[in-house]
């Protein structure tokens, strides 16, 4: 089977109210965010799944796609997870969403840790299991 992509209104609006929430700062900046959907079973190494990615929109990109980062949930390894472990994870992308206060430049910020303070705090650090 070959891996498709889409994108996803359904995602776009949980993420909205989680953006409304817990990172206004998103909406304050104008940062647009889209949401895609994939078949692809993807993984970190050769065990690890990979339930979903942020990535920020090139400037090549951007000639094509109007988002500033695009939110990459890869369904097939998504399986078995709740609706709260899925806006959990809409969440954690969320929080790759970076700006440098410097010269509010926008960048994918790396993990805390394995997981993020905030998330780990309201659901610990195992909240997909």
Request: charged share 30%; with cysteine; net charge negative.
């Amino acid at each position: 089977m070959n891996d498709s992509y889409a994108l996803s209104l359904e995602y776009a609006e949980i993420a909205e109210e989680i953006i409304k929430e817990k990172r206004k700062d998103i909406l304050a900046l104008g940062i647009s965010v889209g949401f895609i959907t994939s078949n692809k079973e993807k993984k970190h190494g050769r065990t690890k799944l990979v339930l979903g990615e942020c990535q920020k929109v090139s400037d090549l990109q951007r000639v094509f796609c109007p988002y500033d980062f695009l939110i990459i949930i890869y369904e097939v390894n998504c399986i078995g997870l709740s609706n709260d472990q899925m806006k959990i994870l809409i969440w954690h992308e969320l929080e790759h969403i970076g700006v440098d206060p410097k010269n509010g430049e926008f960048y994918v910020k790396p993990h805390d840790v394995e997981e993020f303070d905030d998330i780990i705090n309201a659901h610990g650090i195992h909240w997909q299991e």
